[in-house]
């Protein structure tokens, strides 16, 4: 079987009479349905730079009333003679031309504008289209004792009755207690098999409103998930950074402070030696001076018992004999050594 693929946003309008159609005649189909966000990449690769568009297979065609025509063909829902179809195209064209005033008095920012739109399509525009659905349902099922809008069978045009009227429905469905027929058709629409089925499930959309689309806010949800998880994970990353930044500078602590304390038992075992050495040297010249000091002096009694040949016997003699052996040490010996 060929495969079908119908591309739209997520809004009923210009796509919702094929998709009725294809889900009572049970047809297998992609129900593509192109987010707001991607419509602007799409936009030039798409037949007419519109939606919807239609696969077939592996060609593609534009234009919503000729998709939702050729539908209904294929699957036999397009009345029973020519003169049906050329019934079916004239509802189908007045639907169309009621599409712009809904879609223009929900788009109105400005809401005194808005609010003057809604007043003339609730007091001119429903009034006039919704009088042609019901005059020309009246007119069929009178000639053809049906419950049917075109015809004596289900058609495109019952679907083009039920969805052409399903805002009015939502926003304001009293408006519709002045037209029976009208409701008669929308009632026997809704419980067709695949239909009805449809309906249970169907998110709300409205004709072109986005704020009140569900589609459109489950995709607001999956972006906040989307948001959501990738902060968690961008946190969760920072973490792990920190953590490998928190090691990477407890190494380098440990580094300087085994490098501190090398330097430090250095320096302390340096000054310890220095220390040292000095004290040795200060040592050893000291001895060496006493030494020679003490040398001098045996050297100088030596030389001074040579020459006098005996010992002193008086105390006077001792001194005198002393003062004699002073007077032979070197001057620096005297001054610096015995302080005389
Ligand atoms: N005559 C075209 C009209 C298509 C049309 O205006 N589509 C609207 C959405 S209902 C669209 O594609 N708007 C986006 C755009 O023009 O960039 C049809 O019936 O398919």
Known sequence: MTTIKLNYFPLRCRAETARLVLHAAKRDFEDKIVQFADWPALKPNTPFGSLPYLEVGDEVFGQSMAIASYLAREVGMYGSSNLDALKIEQLQQLREDLIPSEVDAWKEADETKKTELRKKLYETIYPRFVGHFERLIKENQ??????????????????????????????????????????????????????????????????????????????????????????????????????????????????????????????????????????????????????????????????????EGRRPSTISEKKKQLKKIISKMPLFIRYKTLNI
Not at 163 to 190: C, H, I, S, W
């Open 142 to 307: 009178a000639r053809t004792k049906s419950e049917f809008t075109v015809g004596d069978k289900l058609s495109l045009a019952d679907f083009i009755i039920f969805d052409g009227t399903e805002t009015l429905n939502q926003q304001n469905p009293a408006f519709l207690d002045g037209y029976p027929a009208v409701k008669a058709v929308r009632a026997m629409v809704a419980k067709v098999d695949g239909v009805k089925q449809y309906l249970e499930k169907r998110p709300f959309m409205a004709v072109c409103a986005r704020k009140s689309c569900q589609h459109y806010y489950v995709i607001k949800l999956v972006d906040v998930v989307a948001v959501v998880v990738i902060v968690v994970v961008v946190v969760v990353v920072l973490i792990i950074l920190v953590m490998k930044v928190v090691v990477v500078v407890v190494v380098v602590v440990k580094i300087v402070v085994v490098v501190v304390v090398v330097v430090v038992v250095v320096v302390v075992v340096v000054v310890v030696v220095v220390v040292v050495i000095v004290v040795v040297v200060i040592a050893v010249v000291v001895l060496a001076v006493v030494a020679v000091a003490a040398a001098v002096v045996v050297v100088a009694l030596v030389a001074f018992n040579k020459e």
